[in-house]
């Protein structure tokens, strides 16, 4: 029954992709199912149709799905090259949510931390604040930006070594975009309900993207 109803479902979406009520209800419907049961696979119709909105349906239902969505990683790496920044968005979720420690999968996720966009920078913030460390170190394993790795593997050492805030700060007022979103993300994995003043301080940055993350992480704290 959850195949057939699956199906319907995504039949619908293929159908009715310019008609964003039907649409977001189907995805919605069709999230369930796959919770439910339905194959996830399937939804790689969608993830590889040529309509914007259905791939952008395909990605969100993969950021919702968690480790749901591991059978399919070896789409994530076209989705976070799209040229459709609310795909990239979603993308960078879906890597973050299902866990994985694949180097490469992760090291394309960092690399968006310079992404054009400032939503999808702000969501690969997320992704430096709340990956595993395993994750993290799996991604600094295969990334070839020398920077970008050197910034990756400072946020995993930071997971077990004693840490200086003012190494945090110092990189928080630095001139290098890239460093100042590190540094944002560590004050995030270094603060707790009793001390925020690292994010507090990120909260002053001039990047919108930075600002508005840690004033969320705050919020998230309290």
């Known amino acids: 029954m959850h195949t057939q109803t699956g199906d319907d479902l995504i039949a619908r979406v293929l159908a009715h992709a310019n008609d964003d009520d039907v ?11 796959v919770f439910a049961g339905y194959p996830v696979d399937n939804l790689r119709r ?13 990605a969100w239902l993969l950021s919702e ?83 970008l790795k050197g910034l990756t593997e400072w946020l995993v050492r930071l997971d077990s070594e004693e840490v200086d805030p003012r ?20 004050a995030a994995r270094l603060s707790d309900e009793e001390d925020t003043n690292l994010l507090a301080h990120a909260a002053t940055a001039e990047d919108e993207e930075i600002r508005s993350f840690a004033l969320e992480q705050i919020d998230d704290l309290q």
Do not use: C, Y
């Open 167 to 186: 190494e945090v700060v110092a990189r928080l007022e630095g001139g290098d975009r890239t460093a100042r979103m590190f540094a944002a993300a560590a």
């Open 65 to 147: 799905l968690g480790e749901l969505a591991v059978p399919l990683a070896d789409e994530l790496p076209a989705l976070l090259a799209s040229p459709l920044r609310q795909v990239r968005f979603f993308a960078v979720e879906a890597v973050l949510n299902a866990g994985d420690a694949d180097g490469p999968l992760a090291a394309r996720a960092l690399a968006l931390v310079r992404d054009g966009d400032d939503a999808v920078r702000w969501k690969v913030l997320s992704f430096l604040a709340a990956a595993e460390t395993e994750q993290l170190a799996a991604g600094a394993e295969a990334l070839e930006d020398a920077e």
């Open 46 to 58: 969608l993830l590889r149709s040529d309509h914007e909105k259905i791939v952008r349906t395909g």
């Open 23 to 33: 649409l977001g209800s189907a995805a919605n419907d069709l999230l369930e199912e």
